[in-house]
């Protein structure tokens, strides 16, 4: 373990030193992210209860960790963006003036590390020799904050030696507190390029590389210099000549992204000579390269994805990589002490989340946010492109969220401008990956309702930009894997088979497939898709194809009332393009009453 401090880092140094003035921990670990350090964390977390051993012979190398039962997932109602302006947070945000933030932030790390170690965590999101990429350092009381880091991101020595050469890094400062959900808090100061997290152990609260740095703080930079950070899976698909394009999706928390950037093509596809080649399953950094297209790298170095739901037959490559080196949160145990969750296989488990004895009548064995948390490179479909330091170039954009009704299996916008309305007016089903309410459909511009760090007119603003910046730009699509039939139950199987729709995007890009324009966007008629193998209900070939012109009227109209919430700020462009959707519904009803 090393515990020297680096000598020619005195901007790190000096922050290092007022924090630890603050928080007075007992001692300073600076993490060189080496196997050893892991593994010493690991004995101490192993001895103290905040990691339990998991069958070595089935699972070596795994752990669970259970946390407070009260501290879950993301917490939206807590979080906010510490502007100077109030109106460069936007309505899209919670917003507390800087000074108060910090005051009311010092007030809590207050001695809090007191006889307990501090942990300085340098970290690179991206490659580590990408001009993509950017340094932070996080500083965490959390061992289990160290340990996820490790996995998350490229963190230890490489990291420090890069933010020694470029002299700047996010400051991320991180404590558990004492979980009370009364004195939690995170909180982002883009202007300071500083994250504040306290009270919550958490996944995103707490491991700050992820959203606060990847998307909040980052989406700020990216706007300045004139790039996008998004929350979107990346995914490579290798057709059977051998050419691989790739695809960004956006999709909302808990919506697919993982699933989809790990798919296995059906039977028949993979007869062929299909393959998928998985880049990043949450966040995707990308910029205009010379050539005018987009060019991507995924930050993240491993996943911490949704366990329920995950099988063999849902998603066998992330199985695949959970049978090693993995720390599980807030699962449940079968009775040899295996990892289980609802939807992984028909076994009992004996020991659910919180610990207690599993009995269905008092819940589920994991908690619906359970996660798994294990490197990219474990991945089976992990692509080779994914540590190139230019990035892949993008082929399509993709947006979707969960929608029982109205919204169809897929459309193409008609061209940028359009696509980003339909970004901007998207909406999706909550879903556990926060705290509060599930199954409320709200909108979610991009995916990036709870991650943007400024004001999504301005963001509206940025995405248009690039209309007139790059000129090779990719197709948008918006799709729908969660289509409801009469009887409350999925209208299309999802997972594999989305490759059938992914394929067809890919052939529109090329000019190779049909579809039929509606006032809504291009819509695939069904046998635009290569369906062989699947039966399809008549109710689910009817809905998904379909364009319901009344219900997207209603649709428009509600996206016009959510986008007048942005004010003057609003880019004039984006309610023109609603407007131009508008006449077109309306145009077409006008002609059909003719
Ligand atoms: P975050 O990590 O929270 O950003 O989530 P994510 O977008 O990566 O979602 P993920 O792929 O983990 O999927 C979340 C849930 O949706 C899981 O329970 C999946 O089984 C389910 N799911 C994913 N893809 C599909 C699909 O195509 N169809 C259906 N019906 N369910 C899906
Ligand atoms: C999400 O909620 O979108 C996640 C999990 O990917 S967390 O890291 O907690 O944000
Ligand atoms: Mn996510």
């Known amino acids: 373990m090393s515990s020297r401090s680096p000598s020619r880092l005195t901007a790190l140094n000096d922050w290092v030193a007022s924090v630890a003035a603050l928080t007075q921990p007992e001692r300073i670990h600076w993490c060189d992210g080496s196997a050893a350090e892991d593994a010493a964390l690991k004995e101490a977390m192993l001895a103290d209860g905040t990691l339990l051993a998991l069958n070595p012979d089935t699972h070596p ?115 558990t507190g004492e979980l ?54 990346i995914v490579g698909i290798e057709n059977p000549q051998g050419q691989t394009h790739y695809i960004a999706a956006a999709f ?99 020991t659910d989340w919180k610990g207690q004895p599993y009995d269905p009548a008092k819940g589920p064995a994991a908690h619906p946010n359970a996660r798994f948390t294990v490197s990219a490179k474990q991945c089976p479909s992990y692509s080779p492109k994914a540590e190139d330091p230019r990035g892949v170039p993008i082929s399509a954009i993709v947006f979707g969220g969960r929608r029982a009704s109205l919204v169809p299996l897929v459309f193409e916008a008609r061209d940028w401008t359009h696509g980003v309305l339909v970004g901007a007016g998207m909406a ?33 603003a940025h995405w248009l930009s690039f209309g007139a910046s790059a000129d090779k730009l990719p197709k948008i699509f918006h799709v729908n894997w969660f289509r409801k039939g009469s009887d409350g139950r999925f209208l299309w199987p999802g997972f594999g088979d989305n490759l059938r729709v992914l394929e067809w995007m890919l052939k529109r890009c090329e000019g190779k497939a049909g579809a039929v324009e509606t006032p809504v966007g291009l819509f695939p008629r069904p046998e635009d898709l290569d369906l062989e193998g699947l039966t399809l209900s008549e109710e689910a070939r009817q809905l998904l194809f379909a364009c319901d012109r009344e219900g997207w009227k209603a649709e428009m109209a509600s996206i016009g009332e959510y986008l007048a919430e942005f004010g003057p700020r609003l880019p004039a462009a984006l309610e023109a393009e609603r407007q131009r959707v508008v006449s077109a519904l309306e145009a077409e009803a006008a002609k059909a009453a003719a």
Not at 82 to 102: L, S, V, Y
Not at 315 to 331: G, Q
């Open 61 to 175: 190398g795994c752990y669970l960790h259970r946390s407070h039962p009260g501290d879950v997932a993301r917490v939206e109602h807590l979080t906010f963006v510490c502007t100077t302006e109030r109106e460069d947070a936007g309505p899209n945000n919670h917003w507390m003036a800087p000074a108060e933030a910090h005051a009311k932030m010092d007030a809590l790390f207050a001695g809090c590390m007191k006889g307990r170690t501090m942990y300085v965590i340098p970290y690179c999101m991206g490659p580590i020799d990408s001009p993509l990429s950017r340094c932070g350092v996080e500083i965490t009381d959390s061992p289990y904050v160290v340990a996820n880091m490790r996995i998350m991101t490229r963190m230890g020595s490489a990291a420090l030696a890069r933010i020694e050469r470029e002299g700047h890094f996010v400051k991320g400062l991180h404590s």
């Open 180 to 233: 009370d959900p009364e004195r939690r808090f995170i909180m982002h100061f883009p202007e300071e390029l500083t994250i504040k997290s306290y009270g919550s152990g958490y996944g995103g609260n707490a491991l700050l590389g992820k959203k606060c740095h990847a998307l909040r703080i980052a989406s700020v930079q990216a706007r300045r210099e004139g790039w996008l950070a998004e929350h979107m899976l």
């Open 252 to 350: 909302p928390s808990a919506c697919g992204k993982t699933n989809l950037a790990m798919l296995i093509p059906p039977e028949g596809y993979r007869e062929k000579g299909w393959k998928v080649w998985t880049v990043g399953d949450d966040i995707c950094w990308m910029r205009p390269g010379a050539d005018g297209r987009l060019y991507a790298i995924n930050p993240e170095a491993g996943y911490f994805g949704v366990a329920p739901g995950t099988s063999a037959r849902s998603n066998p490559n992330a199985l695949a990589m959970l049978d090693r080196d993995a720390i599980f949160t807030n699962v449940g145990v079968t009775e040899d002490n295996q990892p289980w969750w609802e939807g992984l296989d028909d076994r009992v488990p004996v």
């Open 428 to 460: 999706s089903e909550t879903t556990a990956a926060a705290t509060g309410a599930v199954g409320v459909v709200r909108r979610d511009s991009m995916a990036m309702k709870p991650f943007c760090g400024y004001n999504f007119a301005d963001y509206f």
